[in-house]
């Protein structure tokens, strides 16, 4: 037996740090999914007609779709009637407008997570809309927004307050049939994040929301819709971390941008998802769509992800460049350790003409985990002299785990070019061994080696969210690397 | 400083080292010499602790230590330093960043507070101009793309940054030309003090010219098979190794 293999094997068993179950009184819907739940759900949320129907027919259209097969993952199947569709803290009945009426309890649970809302707003300037079992419960810095003319708030609340923008780009990007975790989220989203950015506005501050489930057997949907007018400018940051549980969760969001001419959307994730002890129980299923359309001329969007957490991720956030001159990019560091599986990659459709598409995937996989890339990049025939460029590395911990890439290519104009480079290393004995002799420490090394790898990504990360990538990559390894 | 006593050592179930002996104190320059396959970069690698290499008998103690018992973390962190004969290349991790990490380590380990990255740039500037280093080198990734000559100035600078006790230098010569040789002796040279002992091990005894070793030894088939003074080299250049197989086989 090599070291190396020891050595991977203790740093594996790092427990994950962030699991606690915050006790608030829930008010939740019983398991089950039929017409009636949808309804219910949309009348407890207050919804016009037309948004009532939108969940109906995304309903009747899931019942005639098949779960998908086609990713590299494999799950005991889920049982969407053992789901509960709706669970909400009951404070929120009573709309908390300051922090100082948010659940202490809940205040508490940010603070064990290190993301405390008051010190995130003063020294940070970010603005947190805090997603809390599928309820906002906390918005800040809405004034200083409101000055700019930005929308930033939750999804209900929008509903509500601008069903006018809603309606007009709701399901635009992803449509409510799009594919079958798209189409059960339009049926039973709960909650998410709404932002409008004005034309021509700057956005003040970066936007952050926090996700976190804590409700067992809570199915969780969230939806976000981000519009950015014409010559606007956004920032957003969506980061996670979820409790620890024994039974699997399911979590199914849709994500939807809207980049008008010369606009531009920076959406940055750093998924911290429970992923299952070590020996792959547990752990949250992360059936994700992201799509971001580059609709005018001059538009850019790009996606950066740090994906660690979740027993299974499946995610592919893309970006359609239907704008001449657009642009698209796909920055992702994903990280699976233990049993945990993920099936990630983007899609890089290009329409318009002198559209480009970059595309930097690095994959790290430790203990048993297995990784897959899988990109598609398509050129039509109406987008000249479009340009992609991808790269897609792996990096292997030990001997035990897989590294896998499905790149696909579709190339209908000639004038396109394409590049596309790929590598997979490991991390050796020597290498370990020639850091050790200079007094570096094993998990020292492996972090080391493992930002390094990942160095290209974060440095898409803004600068507090790169350094919780970094920390979090080095929990989530130091037990399995370091 | 370092007391070695009739170490068996296999390598992959082969015996390679077969009752070697070897006594070396502060102040002291050792050369081991040998053919290939002698066992001159398995004892290195012994003595650093790289877990291929395994003791079947015999000890190795540092200032009294069993070093058997130590990882070769702590091997480090208690002054032992090995220069490889072959660097691997770390991709991804640039040089400041790792040696800053490794010289911080140490410092920790010796109870120094850690430096920062503004100090400890000046420091290793200072430093790489003993082994004619251009700044460039820093921003590049841990011995990728280096030339032979480059890796090796590498672990010489790291000799100097890191200031150990012990050094043994696995064929640091090997693949220089007569520039970078100098270079290289030069900053073990500079190295060199009446508390710090070195191991060079050689094939060849000219990097031997621009040093001044105390004590020379001849490994054998896992043995030393002689031990002189810096005439010995002279000796094994003219008339090469097989004059003392002849010897050993007529004992």
Redesign the interface.
Known sequence: MT?KLDTVKSLTEQEYKYGFVTDIEQETFPPGLNEDVVRALSAKKKEPEWLTEWRLKAYRHWLKMEEPTWPNVHYNPVDYQAISYYSAPKSQADGPQSLDEVDAELLETYNKLGIPLEEQKLLAGVAVDAVFDSVSVATTFKSELKKHGVIFSSFSEAVQNHPELIQKYLGTVVPSTDNFFAALNAAVFSDGSFVYIPKGVRCPMELSTYFRINASNTGQFERTLIVAEEGSHVSYLEGCTAPMRDENQLHAAVVELVALDDAEIKYSTVQNWYPGDKDGKGGIYNFVTKRGACRGKNSKISWTQVETGSAITWKYPSCILQGDNSMGQFYSVALTNNYQQADTGTKMIHLGKNTRSTIISKGVSAGFGQNSYRGMVKIMKGAENARNYSQCDSLLIGDKCGAHTFPYIDVRNPSAQMEHEAST?TI?E??I??????????E?TIS??V???C?EVFRELPMEFAVEAQKLLEVSLEGSVG | MLQITNLHVNVEGEEILKGLNLSVSPGELHAIMGRNGSGKSTLANVIAGHDKYKIQSGEILYDGKDLSEMSPEDRSLSGIFMSFQYPVAIPGVNNTYFLKAALNAQRKHRGEEEMDAMDFLTFIKEQMKKVEMGESYLRRAVNEGFSGGEKKRNEILQLLALEPRLAVLDETDSGLDIDALKIVAHGVNNFRRDDRAIVVITHYQRILQHMEPDVIHVLLDGRIAKTGGKELAMELEEKGYSWLEEEAAAD
């Open positions: 070291p290393s050796d020597d290498q061994f020639y850091c050790n002799q200079r007094g570096i420490s094993t020292d080391m080696i930002n390094g790898f160095k």
